[in-house]
C-alpha cells in the first residue's frame, strides 16, 4: 500500500544532518570513522565524482538538485560557474546546513534553496541539467516525481539508485527504516529503465557504482 513517508524521512534527516554532512568533510569524525566511511560509504564519493564527470562543462547552466541535502553539489557546481543552482529538500536543517555553506564559498548569490517534497514544489522554471543522488533511497513510488522532474528539465537528468538485493539492503533496512523508523526502497535495473522511459526520460548511459545505479537520462 501507498503511504505518505515524508514525514518520517524529513525526521530522519533533520536529526541526522550534520552526521550525514560529515562524511563529506570528516568533521568531528576519528582516524577510524573516516577510514570506515572511505570502505563503506565509498560510493557516496564516487557518485559525487560521477555526477560531476557527467555534467561536463556547467558554465552558464542551470541545475536544479532534488534531494540537495547539506548542498555539497549545489555548491560545487556553483563554483564551477553554473549559472544559477536550485537546491530542494524537505529537511529544514540540511537546508539550513546548504545555504551556510554556499555563503562560506561566496557563491550563494548564484544559489537558492526551495523547502520542499518535489511533488509539491511549484516552479515554472526549466533547467539544464536536474539531479537526484541519494534521493530515491527514500521513494516509495518514484513515477509521479519523475514525470515532474522530467517538465523541468531540458537536456540532461542524472540520477543515483539504489540496487535491490546488495549485501547492503538487508543492513540498511535493519538500520534505517527498522531502528531509526526512515523507510527505504530498493530498485532493479529494468524498473529503473522502465520508470525513467515512462516519465518521459530516454536512459543514455548506466553505470554500477558500488550499491548504486549511476543513471544518465534525457529527456524524449
Ligand atoms: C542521502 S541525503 C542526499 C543529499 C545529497 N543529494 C547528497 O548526495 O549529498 C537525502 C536527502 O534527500 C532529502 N529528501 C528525501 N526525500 C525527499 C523528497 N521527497 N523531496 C525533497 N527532498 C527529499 C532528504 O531530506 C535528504 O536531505
Avoid at 535493519?174 to 516519465?199: D, H, N, S, T, W
Avoid at 557504482?209 to 544518465?216: D, M, Q, R
Wanted: glycine content about 6%.
Amino acid at each position: 500500500m501507498k503511504q505518505d513517508n515524508m514525514p518520517q524521512v524529513t525526521r530522519f534527516w533533520n536529526t541526522i544532518a550534520e552526521e550525514f554532512d560529515a562524511i563529506y568533510t570528516g568533521a568531528n569524525k576519528s582516524w577510524t570513522s573516516r577510514f570506515l566511511d572511505r570502505v563503506f560509504r565509498k560510493d557516496i564519493y564516487q557518485r559525487f565524482d560521477w555526477v560531476m564527470q557527467k555534467s561536463g562543462d556547467v558554465r552558464g547552466k542551470t541545475i536544479c538538485d532534488i534531494g540537495c541535502g547539506s548542498g555539497r553539489f549545489v555548491t560545487e557546481f556553483a563554483k564551477r560557474g553554473a549559472a544559477h543552482v536550485t537546491g530542494v529538500d524537505v529537511a529544514p536543517d540540511m537546508l539550513k546546513l546548504a545555504q551556510g555553506l554556499v555563503e562560506r564559498d561566496g557563491v550563494a548569490d548564484k544559489c537558492d534553496f526551495a523547502l520542499s517534497d518535489v511533488l509539491n514544489w511549484k516552479t515554472d522554471r526549466k533547467f539544464d541539467i536536474a539531479i537526484a543522488i541519494g534521493f530515491w533511497d527514500y521513494i516509495q513510488d518514484p513515477p509521479e516525481r519523475l514525470r515532474l522532474i522530467r517538465n523541468f528539465t531540458k537536456e540532461t537528468f542524472l540520477s543515483a539508485w539504489p540496487r535491490f538485493w546488495t549485501w547492503r539492503m538487508p543492513v540498511r533496512k535493519v538500520r534505517l527504516q527498522y531502528i531509526r523508523g526512515c523507510p527505504v526502497y530498493f530498485f532493479r535495473k529494468p524498473q529503473v529503465f522502465e520508470m525513467l522511459e515512462g516519465a518521459g526520460f530516454q536512459v543514455v548511459s548506466c553505470e554500477t557504482i558500488g550499491k548504486l545505479f549511476c543513471v544518465e537520462a534525457r529527456p524524449k
